[in-house]
């Protein structure tokens, strides 16, 4: 029998023996399968695609008149986001806050129109119980937008009074426009210069007459706000909340899977006793991780298609791209992944030890690896850190690939795949060492 | 040290120490054991048994000394060497969750045997008697059962040489009868046989028995010459009709071919201790009728390996 043949029948004993002793618990595949496809349904279910209505409390000095203003006003803003109650005791409003009966309580100024040309500046004051500082920032953005959107109305509602009045003022001014007329008219031919000035009088009243046209024409809403924005992303298309988490979930288990189950393969082993033997038989340290990788890729590589076709079938989850792209990158990922579960298995004395390493894994993947906050807004020396994880790359890999529709990113691709042909190395060297130790 | 080697030795060794940190597991270990035998290695729980095979199959690396195993010292060993040697370690090491035959395939694989390899294994788990059981998983598996599995995966490669560390541990006596019905079939194919025990009556299944106390090889005998060395020659249990008294003892003592002491039984039986039985008897006979004593039973003592094994010891720590 050749070396070769031999090397093959021993890689293929860990393949027969990883794979019995997984399919022997179908608790874990079902686990493992349905697991996945469950959560990221929950998860689509759990947000829908729109913001939070906050319940808002306004606390204001006249609260029926106040009452007819925000129903007008709320016509015009998005009123999804508020569902709101007015109040006039500003204590109780605070009161129903710190019971979180209530979101938001928003004191309006006492003030009115008038106060605008005396040159004052009215605040609303805008109250919250929030410790979340995304939810902060959500109610900043909205208290910033309500006031604007406050300002946006009181500048039309001002300019619509003004184009109003200018009425009377326009008549006026045709009236004067006439008589200019009469009076140019009624000039001596041979009086030039006189001729001439009040030629110049009527050109200006008949522009300034046109340019009051002109402004009572405009609709206040664009006097106001002349210039509006409208966002599209170059994908083309809309995602929806379980769209954007998909391939992030997808990467986050299969990188948890695999490390959590080759981070038990050796440390098991050791603790068994059966390294023992393996130090006395004719096995290597390379043909023994080699049979262990071929094992459980083979095994993840099933289970990511499983949960690939579950998510595109039932969750209805596109893949823009090409499917023999998608499968490289999850493919690298699993290789790097094992790397980082043997490299635990290897340094780990007890399976508890071993868990409990995956587990800090998995928390530091959930909150470096890009999974809810964007990597752009991490500090530089920390992305050292997020782009030593496999999920880091994973993820942008198939955010890529599945949304969109790019081929696989070479450059993260190849620094995926360095880390780990490194780990096989250091992996191989470790076992060997423990092997001949 | 491999142009000393004995030729038909598999395991030989020179001064071979093993120390961790300040304790010594094996000290100054020398012995030789022959192709084909049946070396039975005795000796109490921690006294250097594990140690000793762990040396030998390359697990440990020696302190200080010379071994060599299969004319090979076991650090340099090949793939190739590894595959002339079995090994079965004290406790079950294979997995629970596989079955008998899955056990077993999988050991046979990790030593490179070659697919077609379906009768060979069957052939094994009849010889162990677990063919009826082959689908059964280890787990659910009795203790026999498991050592019995372990057997087979270690003999699953047809190792020229046999470590077997314990293989009898915990088991009841009559599957331990069995066991070493096993190992003289091994023998008996050519397989040489290098086992550890602390049940010291299994001495007597051995072809050579060493005998280690405190990480020191005693002595290294057959059977019958560890009870001669045990007992500085052969026993012969006597039974008369009359009272042995205290003069008859003396004169008894006196012989010139009678070691130590008489040791009394009762008042009309004794046991002496003797170069030779087979000779001693006719004389001793002849003495007793010039005494006038009537001799109702006179036969050579075979005493237990127990004994012997506590009056070695005993003698060790006398002498120490």
Same mark, same amino acid.
Request: proline residues 0%; aromatic residues 16%; neutral net charge.
């Given at each position: 029998m050749t070396r070769f043949f031999k090397f093959l029948i021993r890689i293929s004993s860990f393949l027969g023996k990883e794979l019995t002793e997984i399919f022997r618990q179908p608790k874990l595949i079902l686990t493992l399968v349905l697991g996945p496809f469950l959560i990221m349904f929950l998860f689509g279910l759990a947000y829908p695609d729109q913001n939070r209505t906050l319940k808002t409390t306004f606390v204001a000095a006249d609260p029926i008149s106040f009452q007819k203003e925000m129903d007008v006003f709320t016509k015009s803003f998005n009123s999804k986001t508020f569902d709101y109650v007015v109040e006039s005791d500003k204590e109780k409003a605070l009161a129903k806050l710190a019971l979180n009966q209530t979101d938001l309580v928003i004191v309006v100024p006492d003030v009115s129109l008038e106060t605008i040309p005396n040159d004052q500046q009215a605040e609303f004051l805008v109250y919250h119980n929030e410790v979340d500082p995304f939810q902060i920032g959500y109610i900043q953005s909205i208290a910033r937008i309500y006031v604007d959107e406050v300002n946006r109305q009181v500048l039309q509602s001002a300019t619509a009074q003004e184009q109003a009045n200018s009425g009377s003022l326009q008549d006026n001014l045709q009236t004067a426009i006439v008589k200019t007329q009469a009076l140019r008219q009624s000039i001596p031919s041979g009086d030039v210069k006189t001729i001439t000035q009040v030629s110049d009088l009527e050109k200006n009243l008949t522009d300034l007459h046109e340019k009051l046209t002109t402004f009572r024409s405009l609709t206040p809403g664009n006097l106001v706000s002349p210039f509006s924005s409208k966002v599209s992303g170059l994908f083309g298309g809309t995602l929806t909340v379980t769209m954007f988490f998909a391939p992030a979930v997808i990467v986050l288990l299969l990188q948890h899977v695999s490390i959590t189950f080759a981070s038990l393969s050796i440390v098991r082993e050791t603790k068994s006793g059966i390294m023992e033997l393996f130090k006395v038989a004719p096995i290597t340290a390379f043909e023994t991780l080699v049979g262990k990788y071929v094992s459980y890729l083979f095994f993840e590589i099933l289970l990511a298609g499983i949960i690939t076709t579950l998510a595109v079938w039932l969750l209805k989850i596109s893949i823009l791209g090409h499917l023999l792209d998608y499968a490289f990158a999850v493919v690298i990922l699993l290789f790097t992944s094992l790397g980082v579960g043997f490299l635990i298995s290897l340094i780990s004395e007890t399976d508890t030890q071993a868990v409990q390493y995956s587990m800090l894994l998995l928390l530091a993947s959930i909150f470096f690896s890009g999974f809810f906050m964007d990597l752009r807004l991490m500090r530089e020396p920390i992305t050292v850190l997020a782009w030593s994880l496999p999920a880091t790359y994973g993820i942008r890999m198939l955010q890529d690939i599945m949304?969109?529709?790019?081929?696989?990113p070479l450059l993260v691709f190849l620094g995926i795949a360095a880390i780990g042909i490194i780990l096989f190395l250091i992996d191989w060297m470790l076992l060997r060492k423990k092997m001949e130790s | 040290m491999k142009n000393n080697i004995v030729a038909g030795n598999v395991v030989e060794t020179q001064d071979l120490t093993k120390t961790f940190g300040k304790d010594i597991a094996v000290q100054s270990l020398n012995m030789q054991v022959p192709r084909g035998t049946i070396f039975g290695f005795v000796g109490p729980s921690g006294c250097g048994k594990t140690t000793t095979v762990r040396l030998l199959t390359g697990i440990y690396k020696p302190t200080s000394g010379k071994l060599s195993v299969l004319g090979k010292n076991p650090g340099d060993f090949l793939k190739s060497d590894r595959e002339k040697i079995g090994y079965l370690i004290q406790q079950f090491v294979l997995y629970p969750q596989l079955t008998v035959w899955e056990n077993l395939n999988f050991a046979a694989s990790f030593y490179g045997? =070659?697919?077609?390899r379906g009768r060979h294994l069957n052939k094994l788990l009849d010889f162990v008697e677990l063919r009826s059981d082959k689908h059964k998983l280890a787990r659910d598996l009795s203790g026999g059962m498991k050592r019995r599995l372990s057997l087979a995966a270690t003999l699953v490669h047809k190792p020229e040489l046999l470590f077997l560390d314990e293989p009898t541990a915990g088991i009841d006596p009559i599957l331990r009868r069995k066991f070493w019905d096993y190992f003289k079939v091994l023998q008996a194919e050519g397989q040489s046989l290098f086992i550890t025990t602390q049940?010291? =009556?299994?001495?007597?299944?051995?072809d050579l028995v060493g005998v280690m106390y405190g990480g020191r090889l005693l002595m290294i005998e057959t059977p019958d010459g560890l009870r001669r060395k045990a007992y500085g020659g052969d026993v012969i249990g006597i039974r008369t009709n009359e009272e042995i008294r205290f003069e008859h003892r003396q004169q008894l003592e006196s012989l010139p071919f009678i070691h130590g002491k008489v040791k009394i039984v009762s008042d009309q039986e004794i046991e002496v201790i003797v170069d030779d039985a087979s000779s001693a008897v006719t004389i001793l006979l002849g003495w007793f009728q010039a005494q006038k004593l009537t001799v109702a039973m006179m036969e050579q003592k075979s005493p237990s390996f127990d004994d012997v094994f506590i009056r070695i010891i005993e003698t060790e720590i006398k002498n120490d």
């Open positions: 949304l969109r529709g790019s081929s696989v | 045997v =070659g697919i077609f049940y010291v =009556g299994e001495a007597a299944f051995c």
